[in-house]
């Protein structure tokens, strides 16, 4: 499981908590058993994709903020601007051409994992 992922979980559960809701309610907006919901917050299990999308909707947040938010963080508006850059030279010098998701979750993983994960890294994947 991705730290992107145990991110977006632990967001949920804090917004659970901070609008009272339950996991038994919870898992009632989201219409799956309370024993489910546990194994995701407790990260026993992937909470898939699309219950991540159902859960922004039942908490009123966008499901874009609920991925990718960093708690507490500054957006640094340069290194961020060199992110980009660097994901558009290289995709373009492989002549690699980029899906606005591909692209998002490439730019959301190098600029929070910082020097943990490269563009290279991503793109070569994708060059193969």
């Not at 804090?14 to 024993?35: H, I, M, N």
Request: with cysteine.
């Amino acid at each position: 499981m991705s730290k992107m992922h145990e991110d977006a979980i632990n967001r949920i559960k804090d917004l659970c908590k901070d609008q009272g809701l339950t996991p038994a309610a919870f898992a009632r907006e989201l219409g799956v058993s309370r024993q489910q919901v546990y194994r995701w917050f407790s990260l026993t299990q992937k909470m898939p994709d699309q219950q991540i999308e159902a859960s922004a909707k039942a908490l009123g947040i966008h499901p874009a903020k609920l991925r990718y938010e960093q708690q507490g963080a500054e957006i640094n508006k340069q290194r961020l601007a060199k992110v980009i850059t660097e994901i558009k030279v290289e995709a373009a010098k492989r002549r690699i051409k980029l899906s606005d998701a591909q692209f998002g979750q490439i730019v959301a993983s190098v600029y929070s994992n910082g020097n943990g994960q490269k563009v290279t890294d991503f793109l070569d994947v994708l060059s193969v």
